[in-house]
């Protein structure tokens, strides 16, 4: 595998569900992120995480967690998702903060 | 916080045609990117670019960090050109993270 890969690429949940989105990078980055990307919005950040360090949190539901056991993977646990949260869901990795990213594939969920 | 617009949100062109894509922001950047999404939603790099001018391809790209605007060039366009432009830019201050224009969707007509 190269680059950033995510899993699973498609995801439809009751709003009662929990699930996890997964993400890999095998870039050696030390940066990575969430981003959701909802129907005609720009997309948005939701965490990154520097170094397994969570550094910035903009705001989001706690019905998303972010986890980062290495520098390598990163979740998102999602439950109790309301259908407003159907979005593409990215992840991207960079070196450092700050510097250039790179996307993965992205989850595209629905939530029923 | 900074703000970042893109010209034109739409733009239709005939195959072989050249475009020029456009990204305003209203602060100092750190550094900006340009990316394609295609149709399956992946999002690919495609350059880069604080400053000064860089070419791939049929694609090049202009950023004048002075002004606060880049520009994309896209020549002989092909279908598979089609999918939506983003523009994205870091600012200087600390982690803040890509700030995301709105895109440019392309469609290219064969």
């Known amino acids: 595998e190269t680059g950033v890969t995510q899993t699973p690429r498609h995801l439809v949940m009751g709003m009662t569900n929990k699930k996890s989105l997964k993400c890999e990078q095998h870039l050696g980055h030390n940066a990575m992120y969430w981003y959701k990307q909802s129907a005609k919005k720009p997309l948005e950040l939701m965490f990154v995480y520097s170094l397994e360090e969570r550094v910035e949190n903009n705001s989001v539901p706690s019905r998303f967690s972010p986890e980062c056991p290495n520098s390598s993977h990163l979740f998102l646990h999602l439950h109790t998702l309301q259908p407003e949260d159907s979005a593409l869901y990215l992840c991207?990795?960079?070196?450092?903060?700050?510097?250039?990213?790179?996307f993965g594939p992205g989850t595209r969920l629905t939530v029923t | 916080g900074i703000q970042v617009e893109q010209s034109p949100p739409d733009l239709i062109l005939q195959e072989g045609a050249n475009s020029t894509l456009r990204c305003n922001f209203s602060d100092s950047v750190n550094n900006l990117q340009w990316f394609h999404q295609n149709p399956w939603g992946q999002l690919i790099n495609l350059f880069y670019?604080?400053?000064g001018t860089k070419q791939n391809g049929r694609l090049s790209a202009t950023t004048v960090a002075t002004e606060r605007y880049s520009l994309l060039y896209i020549s002989s366009s092909q279908t598979t050109d089609s999918g939506v432009y983003f523009c994205?830019?870091?600012?200087?201050?600390?982690?803040?993270?890509?700030?995301f224009g709105k895109g440019t969707r392309l469609s290219v007509i064969a």
């Open positions: 670019i604080p400053s």
């Open positions: 991207a990795s960079s070196q450092r903060t700050g510097y250039e990213q790179y």
């Open positions: 994205a830019v870091l600012t200087f201050s600390g982690n803040t993270p890509l700030v």
